[in-house]
């Protein structure tokens, strides 16, 4: 069974740009995280998907925003890119929410200059 | 505001000892634990998780223990292998609602010599 995938791996923009990150969920899950990690904040919460809704969002500025499509396949989208805003995002999948292990991809590495 | 915490940066066990990592916890409202492991330029991969009905879960080499009073999980890898070596992430949930919201500490990276 496939793992979870996410594109590109790595991304390099500059600042006011704006990007968007894919997931696939492992086959079969319909539950889809987002999680941000930088050196200082650690591993930070995005927001969560399950059947194209969102369930629920971290402490982030509006201009993080995501969907998921009617396969599970899910999109993070950054606009107005900052310095800071320069992380490892990573897209976690399980079958559905709750107390189920969740599998994360290799993550995408953002650089934004 | 941590809520989540794993006060050891690093840690460094010799091959075949015990390695103890620790993780504690302010928020009351967490009743399931998630021990994660994380290789360089790989994303986190799932270990060991327990729920706040238990006080231990135990899984071939890794255990982990929840002590609810003192808000406070370990996670015992016995005996260490140098392919234990990695950063560990301690998480929690707080309830049904909160889905697959989980709240990280900030990391231990375990280092293990032959």
């Known amino acids: 069974k496939a793992g979870v995938t996410q594109t590109p791996r790595y991304l390099i923009k500059t600042r006011g740009q704006q990007v968007t990150l894919s997931c696939s969920p492992i086959?079969?899950?319909?539950?889809v995280s987002w999680y941000q990690q930088t050196p200082g904040q650690g591993l930070q919460f995005l927001f969560e998907?399950?059947?194209?809704?969102?369930?629920n969002k971290g402490n982030f500025p509006g201009r993080f925003s995501g969907r998921q499509f009617s396969n599970s396949r899910s999109e993070m989208n950054v606009s107005t890119l900052e310095l800071g805003d320069s992380a490892l995002y990573l897209c976690a999948s399980s079958l559905v929410p709750g107390f189920n292990e969740q599998f994360f991809g290799p993550g995408t590495r953002l650089t934004v200059l | 505001d941590q809520q989540v915490k794993q006060n050891s940066p690093s840690l460094s066990v010799q091959e075949g000892r015990i390695s103890i990592l620790n993780c504690d916890y302010t928020n009351s409202m967490f009743d399931y634990f998630l021990w994660y492991k994380k290789y360089p330029a790989e994303g986190p991969t799932f270990l060991i998780s327990i729920s706040s009905i238990k006080d231990k879960n135990e899984d071939g080499r890794f255990t982990v223990f929840l002590n609810k009073s003192a808000k406070h999980l370990s996670l015992h890898i016995v005996p260490s292998q140098p392919g234990d070596s990695a950063v560990y992430f301690c998480a929690a949930s707080a309830g049904n609602n909160a889905g697959n919201m989980l709240t990280f500490g900030g990391g231990t990276r375990l280092m293990v010599k032959p």
């Open positions: 998907y399950f059947s194209e809704t969102q369930r």
């Open positions: 086959s079969g899950h319909r539950s």
